[in-house]
């Protein structure tokens, strides 16, 4: 039955976190399901943080992605991978010092009818503080030659305006957060490829894996205007980091073929209990840009109260930290991502009051040089208790 101006439906979010104590084990996810606080059909998009090295090698990732999937597609009726080409799984590996593995989990489902003309119109009810919205999208598989290329960003950069459609969102300044996983290649895939003819980006798996986020992070720039399309040029790729996103935040691994997307900001069209914020970090001590963060959120700075927080950092290329040399470039015993990883996150988890923070290194082109991002979801402050 076509819906008329009284008959609108509206999407509504919401967001669950949930601490992992290993990749094979999802307990407490099914305890939700079977308690009913979630419906396993509302399931759109999972982020967290595993246990692994959050390297090439890292197959936590991998595990835990089956692991969810097979327990999505028990309640549901799908196989594992029909579960992964609905859901993007998008896992960090990495959970140095003093970081909780967990993942978080969000949900859409049609909400309250609306009077709105249109799901998604200009008439949608302005008495209602913007909502968090949420979507997803997938690029087609990437070819091992398009990987760490334009051919990446582009892709990427069509996936996000789509996301950006399906979440209802017309304004850039909207979208807060896009998380990318995307491809990248070990060294027998880049031989084998090279065997074929084909040129592929980089000369190891570590500048396969880092181009990709590269590449990702292009492609979200350009989508949202960040960037404009003729300075997308592969040229620029861990040269001009004048060129960056300060809403993308993009991870690669073995355990995809294609960038897996998912799109978060926040909208009249949402119904939601939560919204979304977000700043870049000048560096691995910008203290400042959380509080800041936390302000904008309306939460109390001695005990702020998140549903999830996102940090994005890389430890500085120059080997400068506000003019004092750091060793993180040096270290021959831990991989400097493993270093920047546990040094911010003890500062973001200190400042957040929890240890559920996902933080992720890589974060070329994704923030200022040297720095980073920062992004938090909370309760909204009219709903706080």
């Not at 076509?2 to 996810?29: C, K, W, Y």
Request: with cysteine; aromatic share 6%; net charge negative.
């Amino acid at each position: 039955m076509a819906q008329t101006e009284r008959d609108q439906i509206t999407m509504r979010s919401h967001v669950h976190r949930f601490t992992l104590t290993d990749p094979g084990n999802v307990s407490p996810l099914a305890e939700a399901f079977r308690s009913g606080q979630l419906d396993p059909a509302t399931v759109v998009a999972v982020i967290g943080k595993t246990p692994g090295n959050g390297l090439v090698n890292d197959y936590t990732r991998g595990y835990l992605t089956q692991s969810l999937a097979l327990l999505i597609g028990s309640h549901t009726g799908q196989s594992w991978q029909q579960v992964t080409e609905r859901v993007p799984f998008i896992f960090s590996g990495g959970t140095e010092g003093v970081l909780t593995p967990h993942i978080t989990v969000f949900c859409a489902e049609p909400g309250e009818r609306s009077r709105a003309s249109s799901i998604y119109s200009a008439s949608a009810d302005t008495s209602a503080s913007p909502g968090l919205a949420i979507a997803t999208a997938f690029t087609p598989a990437l070819a091992p030659d398009a990987i760490g290329r334009n051919g990446q960003a582009l892709a990427t950069a069509e996936a996000v305006r789509n996301a950006m459609t399906a979440a209802g969102i017309n304004d850039p300044a909207d979208v807060h957060f896009v998380q990318v996983k995307g491809p990248c290649l070990t060294a027998a895939k880049m031989a084998e490829a090279r065997s074929q003819g084909l040129a592929v980006a980089g000369t190891s798996a570590d500048q396969s894996m880092a181009l990709s986020r590269v590449a990702s992070a292009f492609g979200v720039a350009l989508a949202l205007g960040e960037i404009q399309e003729d300075q997308l040029e592969e040229a620029a790729f861990l040269t001009d980091f004048r060129l960056w996103s300060g809403v993308a935040s993009c991870s690669s691994g073995i355990e995809v073929s294609c960038n897996e997307i998912v799109l978060l900001g926040n909208s009249r069209h949402w119904q939601s209990d939560y919204r979304i914020g977000h700043r870049p970090m000048a560096d691995a001590l910008d203290i400042r840009a959380i509080y800041d963060l936390i302000d904008e959120l309306g939460l109390d700075p001695a005990a702020p109260e998140i549903a999830a927080a996102f940090v994005k950092c890389e430890p500085d290329r120059r080997g400068l930290i506000r003019g004092q040399p750091h060793t993180m470039l040096n270290d021959g015993d831990l991989n400097p991502q493993r270093h920047i990883r546990g040094a911010v996150g003890a500062i973001a988890a200190a400042v957040f009051s929890d240890t559920r923070i996902f933080v992720s290194g890589g974060a070329e082109h994704q923030g200022p040089d040297g720095g980073g991002t920062v992004t938090a979801i909370a309760r909204k402050p009219e709903l706080a208790p």
